[in-house]
């Protein structure tokens, strides 16, 4: 048995225990916990092969799906240098949603747990999937269990957001289908890798139109899920709405699907569109950062602050990944973990602040630092993180991106660096007026952090501090990665520019 | 064709389904009057039951000696033994959906299940017809018993608005159809498919009229299968029939009006490919865009699923206009796909519905979830598998149709259809929402669990979504096998 097919494998297994545990008891999270931690577990024997040579895809499951002529489909799946990463985000995340979830979840938990880990098994399938087939299979099943989570446990005016929520990402998803469908039918497979070495080899070429119609197709779907700018509307409302366990999966984790297409597959298989594209994804991306940085400031929600500032952060990863530099490209692979973290932390310390007031209205809240202590310097530790200071996670990440997009055009760094400041100014205004002054006389009984709360802010505290400062343990890997990545945009640009193979002995062959 | 008209033994076994299936729909009507009036006429069900598990088996028979028979007017080959298959296992369901039903609306009898069996034997004609007659007559039988069908709860205005409604524009498009014949054979001196195709091939008559008499023809089938513009009687009849009966006419006999479209516009009219293409195009495109903008302002479940049973109609289509090899598998595979996923949706609308027929507004299923989890997460299902969430049937068929557009060019009829089927989710969530989301209210408080022929009915259906979702290869392989054979 292949370590990556357990892996991937077992959450579903998860799901199918959950669903035959008794609905009145804990079982169902114990079982899911058991579940998401073994995984989690499991997931870090991948880390060691996968980063041995970051180029190469380790783990590999390629089995047949379908062998139906015109249709072959396998099951094909790897880790490399990316998405390792993402795949032990994925892991270490998931377990903590599980968490939370048993006293922020108060009735059904049992569907709740069992949606938690087929949610987890589609996201470790976008994360290693090397066939677009497969690619778009888990897509979708992502994106059911995080519907009917919103939907079902969230407040308010659920119904509606949830099925936007829904509808938006698949109009963007079919196009991807469009895509994928258009690229099968230029070059007989869905295969990725297969895909990918024959565009290397020249045995088939895309021409700029092509490429740029297929661009557009995965673009629309990936840029909806990021968001980009302007097709960010179904994001304040879900985070807002969502149930608090689901906020911190769609911000940590579910947020990274998009931009991990983008740098996988936008970046490599349509590398001509994408540099065709580049300018305006680029100033999409800067209006996204300065955008969300200015709604953010004005935010009287606490969620739906952090949710805008979500928009802000993931502009800087889109510029950077639309930089075609290393340092770009590192910084995006970087900030993808390091916003899953801090922004992670942050929305669990929402779940915390919703569950203790009821509410997540900033007037609702003053001076809670004087009843709780511990609440209020993990937010800022989070906090901190999350606007980039020094030492902490998200700051490599940062510098890294802007380092990335000021080689590629300077202006577009110093636009984006507004968004730095933007963002500490909106964070560290609604900490002032939640935590700091006089406590405010409305809120009753306050209770501190427990050790059950702080369980699962532990780790996330020190990977902040980790990733901000042993930047080693991580960057030769995702280097080694990327770079092969880009040498592939940059040849297959190339290839495109001088529109015939440069190898045409190899076509010949063939 | 040779000068012996008799038919012989093999010719009996090419047409054992049909034979088997008129057997028992008789022998139902004598049982039932030789029954006494007290007995349980459930029974019957049984019968029917039984009668088309024996024709399915028949089915398999005759697929061994593939051929023609009765000198060319039907032909059993991978494609009509598909279609054949299909129809029966929409009737077998359809009867253990009726079961429980015709119990609750206290008109249990003996003749809907010979009327539904009699239907089985129209749809069977249809599959294998190789002659224009056949398909005449194939239709015709399907036809006038399922106009019965939709009527069946003669106390019912609106079972009898449904009926009158399918009968007057189903006659209407016979007669188109029977024009069509007329022309074909004025212009070919031939009802068979095959020698139609000779002659077109020829070239000697005047593609015009040839043109003009395929297009009599298309409007035929199209009113049975409900293509734009030819589509407003669908939802006010499967809003009107019994949601058992309406399961059926979205299932059965438009699976069998496609299989007979697909086979007189790919075997005789393949010559004339470059004037019908841009017919089926635009019909197909308006198909889809009139049947998913009318269902999403709907709020009656069934009504809602009539307008997505035209959407979907528009999607097959999509597969006739790509007009290739793989265009013929997708449609089979998507046909049998829509099938499944339609009558476990309508089975599950029946068992809410309850007596009468109270309960189908789509509020009217808000906390099933909460009452009846599985039953919900069953629904669950079959509505993903409407919208085309991976892992279910109708995500391949989807998928395998717009492929085949892609590979003959087709770019927009794809990229619209593609957009069409996510603005689709819109209202197919509608039922989400109201199951998971909403609180329970009237029609959850004397829901009594499923009765055990109609949880056959949805776990059947279940299981063939996520069966054909998940492990598609093996229908898709006899699809695309016999669809090569196709001639």
């Known amino acids: 048995m292949n370590l990556l097919s357990i892996v991937l494998f077992l959450p579903l297994i998860g799901f199918f225990v959950v669903l035959f545990t008794p609905r009145q008891s804990k079982a169902p999270f114990y079982t899911a916990l058991l579940a998401t931690v073994a995984t989690f577990l499991l997931s870090l024997g991948l880390l060691a092969p996968a980063t041995a040579n970051g180029a190469q895809f380790s783990s590999v499951i390629n089995a047949l799906w379908t062998d139906v002529p015109g249709l072959q489909i396998h099951l094909h799946l790897g880790v490399d240098g990316i998405s390792v990463w993402l795949v032990l985000l994925t892991t270490l995340l998931l377990p903590i949603g599980v968490w939370i979830s048993d006293s922020m979840i108060r009735e059904r938990h049992k569907t709740f747990f069992a949606l938690l880990l087929l949610f987890e098994f589609g996201l470790l399938g976008v994360f290693t999937a090397l066939d677009l087939f497969v690619f778009y299979v888990f897509w979708e099943i992502a994106l059911v269990p995080m519907y009917i989570m919103v939907g079902s446990w969230g407040r308010g005016m659920r119904g509606p957001v949830a099925v936007k929520f829904f509808v938006y990402t698949m109009l963007g998803s079919v196009l991807m289908l469009g895509s994928i469908l258009y690229l099968h039918s230029i070059t007989g497979t869905f295969d990725y890798v297969d895909i990918m070495s024959g565009l290397n080899s020249g045995s088939f070429t895309l021409r700029p139109a092509q490429q740029m119609v297929l661009f557009l197709g995965f673009f629309a779907a990936f840029a909806v899920k990021v968001p980009i700018f302007p097709l960010h509307t179904w994001l304040p409302n879900t985070y807002t709405q969502a149930p608090a366990p689901a906020t911190f999966l769609l911000a940590a984790v579910m947020s990274k699907m998009g931009v991990y297409g983008l740098l996988r597959f936008s970046l490599t298989l349509t590398a001509a569109g994408a540099h065709s594209a580049a300018r305006w994804v680029s100033v999409l991306a800067i209006i996204g950062i300065i955008y969300g940085a200015l709604l953010a400031l004005v935010q009287t929600n606490i969620k739906r602050l952090i949710a805008y500032s979500s928009i802000s952060h993931l502009g800087f990863i889109v510029l950077g990944i639309f930089s075609f530099r290393q340092q770009g490209a590192d910084g995006a692979v970087y900030q993808m973990l390091a916003h899953g973290i801090s922004t992670g932390a942050l929305f669990v310390l929402a779940g915390y602040l919703e569950q203790r007031r009821g509410s997540l209205e900033i007037s609702d809240f003053g001076g809670v630092a004087n009843v709780a202590p511990g609440l209020s310097t993990a937010f800022m530790i989070a906090l901190l993180a999350s606007v980039g200071l020094p030492a902490l996670c998200n700051f490599v990440g940062e510098f890294l991106l802007l380092q990335g997009a000021a080689l590629a055009k300077f202006s577009w760094a110093a636009w984006a660096a507004i968004g730095v400041i933007l963002s500490a100014a909106y964070m560290l205004w609604m900490y002032q007026r939640t935590f700091l002054g006089k406590l405010n006389t409305q809120i009753g009984e306050f209770a501190d952090l427990r050790a059950r709360d702080w369980a699962p802010l532990l780790p996330l505290i020190a990977l902040m501090v980790w990733l901000g400062i042993y930047t080693q343990s991580f960057l030769p890997a995702i280097s080694s990665a990327t770079s092969h990545l880009l040498e592939q945009t940059n040849m297959n640009n190339q290839y495109q520019v001088l529109a015939n193979p440069v190898r045409p002995e190899v076509a010949d062959v063939r | ?364 299923l808000a906390g099933l979830g909460r009452r009846e989890p599985v039953t919900a997460a069953l629904l669950a299902i079959f509505v993903f598998s409407l919208i085309g969430v991976p892992l279910t049937g109708g995500f391949f068929g989807k998928f395998y149709v717009f492929q085949a557009a892609l590979n003959s060019h087709l770019v927009w009829l794809t990229v619209i259809g593609l957009i069409n089927s996510a603005i689709a989710a819109y209202y197919y969530l509608k039922i989400i929402v109201a199951i998971y989301m909403k609180e329970p209210g009237e029609s959850m408080e004397h829901l009594a669990p499923p009765a055990l022929s109609l949880r056959i009915a949805i776990w059947a259906s279940a299981l063939g979504v996520l069966i054909l979702g998940i492990f598609p290869g093996t229908l898709l392989s006899m699809a695309t096998s016999s669809a090569a054979l196709f001639r």
């Open chain 2, 1 to 364: 064709m040779s000068g012996n008209y008799l038919p012989q033994a093999i010719d009996y076994l090419r047409f054992l389904p049909e034979i088997v299936l008129s057997v028992f729909g008789i022998v139902i009507m004598l049982l039932e009057a030789l029954m006494r009036a007290s007995a349980r006429r459930a029974s019957l069900g049984g019968v029917a039951l039984f009668g088309l598990a024996v024709a399915f088996l028949a089915n398999l028979w005759a697929a061994s000696n593939p051929g023609a028979a009765f000198s060319g007017m039907i032909v059993v080959d991978g494609y009509g033994t598909f279609f054949r298959g299909l129809v029966l296992v929409v009737g077998a369901l359809c009867v253990l959906n009726s079961l429980s039903y015709l119990d609750r609306e206290k008109s249990q009898t003996g003749e809907f299940y010979a009327l539904l069996l009699f239907s089985v034997v129209g749809q069977c004609v249809l599959a294998t017809a190789a002659d224009l007659i056949m398909v005449f007559i194939g239709l015709e039988i399907s036809s006038i018993a399922s106009y019965i069908l939709a009527g069946y709860l003669r106390d019912d205005r609106r079972n009898n608005e449904s009926a009158l409604k399918y009968f007057l524009l189903g006659s209407f498009a016979t007669a188109f159809l029977l024009y069509g014949i007329a022309w074909i054979y004025g212009l070919t001196g031939s009802t068979n498919l095959a020698q139609i195709r000779t002659v077109l091939d020829q070239g000697a008559s005047s593609t015009l009229v040839a043109g003009l008499a395929a297009a009599l023809l298309f409007v035929g089938f199209a009113f049975k299968v409900s293509v734009v513009p030819f589509q407003i009687w669908a939802p006010d009849v499967y809003q009107g029939a019994a949601s058992p009966v309406s399961a059926f006419l979205s299932a059965g006999p438009k699976a069998a009006a496609f299989a007979i479209l697909f086979r007189v516009f790919m075997v005789s009219f393949r010559p004339l490919n470059a004037r019908w293409i841009w017919l089926v195009w635009g019909c197909a495109l308006l198909t889809m865009i009139v049947g998913n903008f009318a269902a999403l302002l709907q709020t009656n479940v069934k009504r809602m699923l009539g307008y997505s049973s035209i959407a979907h109609a528009g999607y097959v289509l999509v597969a006739l206009a790509a007009s290739s090899q793989i265009g013929i598998a997708a449609a089979m595979f998507y046909l049998a796909s829509y099938a499944l996923m339609n009558i476990g949706a309508f089975a599950v609308i029946s068992y809410i519905a309850a007596r009468n027929e109270r309960f189908v507004k789509i509020d009217d």
